[in-house]
């Protein structure tokens, strides 16, 4: 199971969108995962209940390091809206393979 790490940490705003988010991957033996080959990433959040909530197209910083980064954005159903503890996982494809990374995860706290 691929490791994913966000390394601004694990706490969202919900209603927050426009604010770019960094994640990392790493391959079970804890080196970084090299992307090279997949497509741009999806990110994928789910309530607890393991229901998806929202999914956002992520983008490569550096693919063959496993880095990227996310953000959510103002159209309907690209807002994190749903508050409490949710999980985040990121899901890479290359040639009809899906991959997905441990679900991890995050609190999301009421706007302001």
């Known amino acids: 199971m691929l490791k994913l790490v966000l390394p601004q940490g694990y ?3 919900a209603g927050d969108y426009g604010r770019q988010y960094t994640f990392k991957v790493y391959a079970e033996d804890d ?3 090299d992307a090279t080959g997949y ?3 999806a990110v994928k959040v789910f309530d607890r ?3 998806g909530i929202v999914t956002v197209a992520g983008s490569w910083t550096a693919q063959n390091q496993g880095a990227g980064a996310f953000s959510f954005a103002q159209p309907a159903g690209s807002v994190l809206s749903a508050t409490g503890p949710c999980y985040l996982e990121v899901q890479m494809e290359k040639s009809g393979a899906l991959v997905s990374t441990e679900r991890r995860r ?3 706290f009421p706007s302001p």
């Open 39 to 41: 497509g741009l990433p």
């Open 31 to 33: 080196a970084p995962f």
């Open 49 to 51: 209940d393991g229901s």
């Open 106 to 108: 995050i609190t999301v």
């Open 11 to 13: 706490s969202f705003q």
